[in-house]
């Protein structure tokens, strides 16, 4: 199925200003996921995350809607990337156009619970994301799942893939040259570190520091 937003916009007066890591992120992955055009979509169907058709709404208009109505900050924005790493990209998982919105939105819910004493229940998120309870119920455990329930990040991670964005900010790099860096680094984000999160490692924090 595909992403609904028939009476859900984004251009209203009530949206909220997106940071600029919130307008970077989509960039990033749109450089990954479009240079995967060639990859044929059939070969992906089988994923839960994938739509039979492109959403209509950009990446960037989909993550503003988070932020205006599901209160996506930065701190969860850069942990759900963190478990795409983790839980898709270390996993050798090809991720194409059609996946994306859905696997950053369920990152994106599963970060902002975890992180959060307050949330929203999953008939929101749903609403919020344009897909049935049902879907959201079943993308959140096949997430879950694909992550071990390993959610902790650690302060040292958080601020490696913090400071990898501000640096891509910064030089502005363009998306031919950030997919490269991508394929030789092998990793989903570029210009960003991944590495996994230890039992043992005494800086694990819930709430990681924007510091």
């Known amino acids: 199925m595909g992403i609904e937003y028939s009476s859900m916009t984004t251009a209203n007066n009530n949206t909220r200003p997106l940071s600029p890591i919130q307008e970077t992120i989509p960039k990033i992955l749109l450089g990954y996921t479009n240079s995967s055009k060639t990859l044929e979509k059939s070969k992906y169907t089988q994923l839960l995350y994938t ?36 839980g898709f990209n270390s996993k050798g998982a090809a991720i194409t156009e059609f996946e994306l919105h859905r696997l950053l939105f369920t990152s994106c819910v599963v970060s902002m619970k975890f992180l959060f004493d307050d949330f929203f229940d999953n008939e929101y998120y749903a609403e919020i994301g344009g897909i049935t309870l049902t879907e959201m119920n079943l993308l959140e455990k096949d997430f879950l799942n694909r992550l071990d329930f390993r959610l902790m990040v650690t302060k040292k ?16 790099k363009d998306l031919q040259t950030c997919y490269t860096l991508s394929q030789q680094s092998q990793l989903l984000f570029p210009c960003l570190l991944y590495t996994s999160p230890s039992p043992r490692d005494a800086t694990l924090s819930r709430m990681p520091s924007s510091a």
């Open 51 to 86: 739509s039979t058709i492109l959403p209509a709404i950009s990446l960037r208009d989909y993550v503003q809607r988070l932020a205006t109505y599901a209160n996506l900050t930065d701190e969860a924005l850069l942990s759900a990337i963190m478990y795409i790493d983790r």
């Open 157 to 172: 991670d958080f601020r490696r893939y913090r400071k990898g964005i501000l640096n891509y900010i910064d030089v502005n």
